[in-house]
């Protein structure tokens, strides 16, 4: 069975940190690629960041950049997103998801991502 699954998320202070958690189920994740999409109320889902299968290749969006990191965990099957120094605009929903490639060049394109997760909700009040 495929499955991702997030949690981590919830309500934090301007300025706070959260760490989200994505696990995934092995046919998922072995092998590709693994990001994290967000979506705020009223908007597109969007990249935000993404790591190789071997975790050596990162990848982020420039609003994130020096804030967020992603990493993961091959032997768990999970991936993780360290949130800190979080803004208003960073409220969204926050999606893990499985690519079709094992590198990363670049953003991950909605397009070519296999699997989705559920998504968690992040909020954070000013």
């Known amino acids: 069975q495929v499955q991702l699954v997030e949690s981590g998320g919830g309500l934090v202070q301007a300025g706070g940190s959260l760490r989200l958690s994505c696990a995934a189920s092995r046919f998922a994740f072995t092998g590709t690629a693994m990001g994290w999409f967000r979506q705020a109320p009223g908007k597109e889902r969007e990249f935000v960041a993404a790591v190789n299968w071997s975790g050596t290749g990162l990848y982020y969006i420039d609003s994130v950049k020096g804030r967020f990191t992603i990493s993961r965990d091959n032997a768990k099957y999970m991936v993780y997103l360290q949130m800190n120094s979080l803004k208003p605009e960073d409220t969204a929903v926050y999606y893990c998801?499985?690519?079709?490639?094992?590198?990363?060049?670049?953003?991950?394109?909605?397009?070519?991502?296999?699997?989705w997760g559920k998504g968690t909700l992040v909020t954070v009040s000013s």
């Open positions: 998801a499985a690519g079709s490639e094992s590198v990363v060049t670049g953003p991950l394109s909605r397009d070519a991502i296999r699997y």
